[in-house]
């Protein structure tokens, strides 16, 4: 496609199906998802395998674990590993799409939204006409757990921060934010890829998690270095964080709000989400 939209100020779908499958992070099973274009407002999920042909609107109440990664319970199937996808298509300006899927998880691919955006261009974009307003806060609204929060505050457009600190000199403390357009969120958002540690992988394997992660799908940091360089970006682990905080943001929609988290998690990220859901018209819940 040429270009991105330069906002979120009209409605859009896909232009044409696309597909793609590939290994789970966590279960290490392959998964198959194809993106449909939609004819209602928001993501909705069906299966690929089984006779179960019904679709079902995302929402923060199907949270289901956000150990390492946001999983689903919708009816009586599990879906892990949503944040990536759920990012890329909320990012790039698609306010609805029908997402069919094949197995328990989301593919890793690369670890990050790029490959989700680049199937997404191929496909194109079909413009809708101008998107029902975007959710405006009246007021702030902040969640803390232990030394963490979220904030999110009334803005006239999407903004997004986040700050992360860890004690690996690798990553260290980093800050990143900014206003949140289809582009910039391809240019500076997409690309980073979800991180780990050396000194976790063995413990987190033997516990049945991360067992499709590899060198491959995910940088891994070893104190004072990373096992797999290049970076992408220098400040490649808090764009990440930015990532997952969109995809999680996105189970509700695309707030019209400046979002900060500070060292941030899925369960906090899907937290907020469920606030701002509380304040979403009657209209936008169906």
């Given at each position: 496609?040429?270009?991105w939209?330069?906002d979120?100020?009209?409605?859009?779908?896909l232009?044409?199906?696309?597909?793609l499958?590939?290994?789970g992070?966590?279960?290490g099973?392959q998964?198959?998802?194809?993106?449909?274009?939609?004819?209602?407002?928001?993501?909705r999920?069906?299966?690929?395998?089984?006779?179960?042909?019904s679709?079902?609107?995302?929402?923060?109440?199907q949270?289901?674990?956000?150990?390492l990664?946001?999983a689903l319970?919708i009816d009586?199937?599990?879906?892990?590993t949503?944040?990536?996808?759920?990012?890329a298509?909320?990012?790039?300006?698609?306010s609805?799409?029908?997402i069919?899927?094949e197995?328990?998880?989301?593919?890793?691919?690369d670890g990050s939204?790029l490959?989700?955006?680049?199937a997404?261009?191929?496909a194109?974009?079909?413009d809708?006409?101008p998107?029902?307003a975007?959710?405006?806060?009246?007021?702030?609204?902040?969640?803390?757990?232990?030394?963490?929060?979220?904030?999110?505050l009334p803005?006239d457009?999407p903004r997004l921060?986040?700050?992360i600190a860890?004690?690996?000199?690798?990553?260290?403390?980093?800050f990143f934010s900014?206003?949140?357009t289809?582009?910039a969120?391809?240019?500076q958002i997409a690309p980073a890829r979800?991180f780990?540690?050396?000194?976790?992988i063995?413990?987190?394997?033997?516990?049945g998690?991360?067992?499709?992660?590899g060198?491959?799908n995910?940088?891994?940091?070893?104190?004072d270095?990373?096992?797999?360089?290049p970076?992408r970006?220098?400040?490649?682990p808090?764009?990440?964080?930015?990532?997952d905080?969109?995809?999680?943001?996105?189970l509700v929609?695309?707030?019209?709000?400046?979002?900060?988290?500070?060292?941030?998690?899925?369960?906090?990220?899907t937290a907020?989400?469920?606030?701002l859901a509380?304040l979403?018209?009657s209209?936008?819940?169906?």
């Amino acid at each position: 496609m040429n270009g991105w939209p330069e906002d979120y100020g009209s409605a859009h779908t896909l232009g044409a199906p696309v597909e793609l499958q590939g290994i789970g992070l966590h279960s290490g099973s392959q998964a198959r998802v194809r993106l449909e274009p939609a004819e209602l407002p928001g993501f909705r999920i069906g299966w690929l395998d089984g006779s179960d042909r019904s679709l079902h609107r995302l929402d923060p109440a199907q949270v289901a674990d956000t150990q390492l990664c946001t999983a689903l319970q919708i009816d009586q199937r599990r879906l892990a590993t949503v944040e990536h996808l759920l990012a890329a298509l909320a990012g790039v300006g698609l306010s609805q799409v029908t997402i069919l899927v094949e197995g328990h998880e989301i593919p890793l691919l690369d670890g990050s939204a790029l490959p989700w955006v680049e199937a997404i261009a191929a496909a194109g974009l079909k413009d809708l006409g101008p998107r029902p307003a975007l959710q405006v806060l009246a007021g702030p609204i902040t969640l803390q757990q232990g030394l963490s929060f979220a904030t999110a505050l009334p803005s006239d457009r999407p903004r997004l921060g986040a700050a992360i600190a860890f004690s690996q000199p690798a990553i260290g403390q980093q800050f990143f934010s900014l206003e949140l357009t289809p582009q910039a969120f391809v240019e500076q958002i997409a690309p980073a890829r979800t991180f780990g540690f050396r000194d976790q992988i063995e413990q987190l394997r033997a516990s049945g998690l991360i067992q499709g992660g590899g060198l491959d799908n995910a940088l891994v940091c070893d104190g004072d270095h990373w096992l797999n360089p290049p970076l992408r970006f220098h400040d490649e682990p808090v764009r990440h964080k930015l990532l997952d905080l969109l995809g999680d943001l996105a189970l509700v929609g695309l707030p019209q709000a400046q979002v900060f988290a500070y060292r941030g998690s899925h369960g906090l990220h899907t937290a907020l989400a469920a606030a701002l859901a509380r304040l979403r018209p009657s209209s936008l819940s169906s």
